[in-house]
């Protein structure tokens, strides 16, 4: 099991966590931890993150109620980035959208685009 010591954390104290659905495998949204959030969630089961806009712990449901069950974490390679797979309550996103990517980019990757 990872633990906070294990995480390499930016020069802000922070490190980047993808959330995905534990169902689906969709991303849900991108987020920030601190050591005290990644500890919170650890021991909580719930995904906390530290908000950057606001500068302050951020437990993902307690306004919205759209709470996200941890069932597995785990750190990338490097340990700095970790991935949360959840099973949600409701919507990922304060939009209310179920995910935070669901703007998609008017992008053509067509063959003919392709650099080789």
């Known amino acids: 099991m990872i633990t906070a010591d294990d995480i390499h954390w930016d020069d802000r104290g922070l ?3 993808i959330v995905q659905d534990y169902y689906t495998k969709r991303v849900l949204t ?3 931890m601190n050591r005290e959030s990644f500890n919170i969630t650890l ?3 719930l995904t906390c993150f530290w908000s950057r806009s606001r500068k302050e712990l951020w437990l993902k449901g307690a306004t919205s109620g759209n709470y996200q069950h941890v069932v597995r ?3 990338d ?3 700095d980035a970790i991935l949360v797979q959840v099973i949600k309550d409701g919507p990922a996103c304060h939009l ?3 995910s ?3 703007t998609e980019l008017n992008m053509d990757f067509s063959k003919e685009n392709k650099h080789e």
């Open 15 to 17: 490190c980047p966590c």
């Open 30 to 32: 991108l987020a920030y």
């Open 43 to 45: 021991e909580k089961g």
């Open 73 to 75: 974490m785990e750190a």
């Open 77 to 79: 390679c490097d340990a």
């Open 96 to 98: 209310g959208h179920d």
């Open 100 to 102: 935070c990517f669901d």
